[in-house]
């Protein structure tokens, strides 16, 4: 996969994952959890480390929170404190596939 193929892969990510949390605000997960449950409904098979790297990009956004759990594993959620950034964020994205999140997107 090219370069351009894995940013646009995680933009797809991005939206999916800020989607998910938008429908389920409540909602926490490992990147593993993530991957297996909150990306099912889109039938895509999205590698573990484009999940991570997408997740590196909302938390450097500051719309996720992560904590560290009792098994030392990371645990991420929705920073409900940015509900209203994510909200027109996911509105950009969704109405023009091919908006520019890249632009922030660090490799």
Known sequence: M????????????????????????????????????????????????????????LVEQGWLRYRESRTSEIIYGLNKAEIKQVREFVDENMSSKSSDVSKNFKE
């Open 2 to 57: 090219g370069d351009k193929d894995a940013i646009g892969s995680r933009k797809i990510l991005i939206r999916q994952i800020l989607t998910y949390l938008l429908k389920y605000p409540e909602a926490k997960d490992t990147v593993e959890g993530i991957k297996r449950w909150w990306l099912t409904e889109y039938q895509d098979n999205h590698r573990a480390e484009d999940v991570r790297k997408a997740i590196q990009w």
